[in-house]
């Protein structure tokens, strides 16, 4: 079983506008809506895929019962931990000539509610994955990833974490299955400014030294590398297609490898329908649709 994790799920408001104006009242010309939350986004994709997974977390209030009857509605098992006080989060994205986002801070989570997920990681078994992705809420401690895995040390579990600076290097200890930062990130992460494809691999190898295996580097409109276990390094570039958006699009890679190499034991096939989730919803209105990663993956085969 796969099973992802988000601390702080959200519904995603976008409103798309002419232009915007502020201090007076503008008009939409459309709006959408989309559950968010980056371990839901890998689910999303997951169960696009025919991957059975579940996912956890907590949600509250009525926007949380809207989150979870969404990923009903999809075929996505879920186990979230219903918090007493407040509501899950709304995001909003802003897109007129320029794009804004204001992302909220999402309700209070109490140390005993904490240990309930804690104790829910329990049921993980030895062969299961767990994704752990985003940030975490600023009512919980810094180290909750920490807590996390510190609870699964001693069984054979895939560990995939999607998260920046320190948060991913505290969680390196534990020997994670896959990381995925970006070039950005990975400058961050070293307090340097990457320049070159040498200056990636060097700080590549830096991670898989502090513990990661498989290591993917987003390199946004020059496609993305992976780093495997093995010694291995496979390059992808990017399909000629018209972006509409890349929210989730980075989610939907991880959700990709995980499938592919949970079919096939092949990282060159899990890097390959990784890169074709990440690209199909690139070129989605939200998340990509099974139709659409069928029609890049195809693309990708045939170069």
Known sequence: MIYTVTLNPSIDYTVRLDSFIPGITNRTICEEYHIGGKGINV???LSELGIENKAIGFTA??????????LHLKGIQTDFIRLKDGISR?????????ESEINCQ?????????ETLLKKTDMIEDGDTIVIAGSIPNTLPPNSYEKILKRLEGRNVRIVIDATKKLLTDSLKYRP???????QELSEIFNTDIKSNSDIEK???ELKRMGARNVIVSLGSDGAVLFDETGHKYKSGVIDKKVISTVGSGDSMVAGFIAGYEQTNDYSYAFMLGTACGNATAFSRGLATREKINEILNLLNSK
């Not at 209030?61 to 969404?70: L, M, N, P, Q, R």
Request: charged letters at 30%.
């Open 106 to 114: 999402g309700p209070n989570i109490s140390e005993e509610e904490f």
């Open 90 to 98: 709304i995001n909003i994205k802003l897109k007129a000539k320029e």
């Open 61 to 70: 209030g009525f926007t949380g019962k809207a989150i979870e009857d969404d």
């Open 43 to 45: 689910s999303c994709i």
């Open 203 to 205: 700080y590549v190898c």
């Open 177 to 183: 299955f896959l990381i995925k930062p970006n070039k």
